[in-house]
């Protein structure tokens, strides 16, 4: 099972300059140990982004909280898991949008 802390998530938040709910694909992917996933929201709603293992178990929530209308950058530093593929949702009122990344070691 994965286990992520707050310490291993930094957002960078930005004005929305586009609508609607967009997620891009993490970069690098595959990564060691840091990647990057950017999305946006067209408006201010509670952000849920989560984080399973590829058999499907929960390994991590690592943001619950209420955000503005933007795009956001998601940075993730895995430095302290196995390798091994994880799954990225992000969850945001009535849309979720879910990205694979694989973490090599």
């Not at 990564?31 to 989560?50: A, K, L, M, W």
Request: proline share 6%; glycine share 6%.
């Amino acid at each position: 099972m994965l286990v992520l802390a707050m310490d291993y998530l930094t957002e960078v938040d930005e004005k929305p300059q586009t609508l609607g709910f967009y997620v891009a694909e993490p970069r690098p992917n595959p990564f060691n140990p840091i990647t990057v996933n950017d999305y946006t929201i067209s408006e201010d709603n509670r952000v849920i982004i989560t984080v399973y293992t590829i058999f499907g178990a929960a390994g991590g929530c690592f943001a619950n909280t209420h955000k503005e209308a933007g795009r956001r950058t998601v940075i993730w530093d895995a430095s302290e898991l196995p390798s091994g593929v994880c799954i990225l949702t992000i969850r945001s009122g009535n849309y979720i949008d879910t990205n694979k990344t694989l973490l090599l070691k």
